[in-house]
């Protein structure tokens, strides 16, 4: 009975707020076309879309992550789990930073909106994307776990948080606003699965050879969705 009733309660819950979501959308939507404007607007769809090509440097890591660790625990084999968690964070953290390597390159040489990219701009995308590529791999994380709930959870709060705070960013400070409200974003999603999922130590285990075998039913699935 107290299943049935959770599972009503959270259905209430996530109902709610995705009416309220979709009710203060409306007036960020609003705010972003007014204090940004169009070529602002293109310059923030350009922003995330560099965020977003980052984000392939995973390779189907992220995949196998959510694929293999469930099958394991099938198996009742929790030093895999432990293997596969350990092993697939370290390359992950290998190339996560050699995404933001190349990105900074990119960035220093003027390769890509260099009137745009100044110090501070900068070091606000690298920062976006270190915490945009951690949150990836936690998130996945959190399936691979079975702990669908936290994400349930942190959708509510995600709908009603970001527009309010972009509402007021963008109003305060333009386009600088709208990156500040998605790296804000960014950290409150990381702190939140950091401190809700389980099992959430993690120990740097390279090993290449486990790596490409892990990888590999990943990449596939990685490559069909791209």
Do not use: H
């Not at 940004?36 to 965020?51: E, K, R, T």
């Not at 694929?67 to 394991?72: K, N, S, V």
């Not at 994380?141 to 936290?150: R, S, T, V």
């Not at 305060?172 to 401190?195: E, V």
């Amino acid at each position: 009975m107290s299943s049935k009733k959770d599972i009503i309660k959270e259905t209430g819950k996530y109902t709610i707020s995705t009416i309220v979501g979709k009710l203060l959308s409306l007036p960020y939507t609003i705010v972003v076309a007014k204090f940004l404007g169009p070529s602002m607007l293109g310059i923030f769809a350009l922003y995330q879309l560099i965020i977003s090509y980052a984000s392939y440097s995973q390779l189907g890591q992220l995949q196998s992550l959510s694929r293999q660790i469930p099958i394991a625990y099938g198996n009742n084999d929790n030093n895999k789990v432990e293997n596969i968690k350990n092993i697939l964070f370290s390359s992950y953290a290998i190339t996560t930073l050699l995404a933001l390597f190349i990105v900074f390159i990119i960035i220093q040489f003027d390769l890509i909106m260099p009137e745009f990219f100044n110090s501070k701009n900068t070091i606000l995308i690298i920062f976006t994307l270190f915490f945009s590529q951690t949150c990836a791999f936690l998130r996945n994380y959190i399936k691979a776990e079975g702990q669908f709930y936290i994400l349930a959870n942190f959708d509510i709060i995600e709908k009603i948080i970001r527009p309010i705070l972009g509402i007021i960013l963008i109003i305060q400070f333009g386009i600088t606003g709208a990156l500040i409200n998605l790296l804000i974003m960014l950290c409150i999603t990381f702190l939140y699965y950091a401190i809700k999922v389980n099992n959430r130590t993690f120990i740097f285990k390279l090993n290449l050879q486990e790596t490409i075998k892990l990888v590999k039913p990943g990449l596939l699935i990685f490559i069909s969705k791209i």
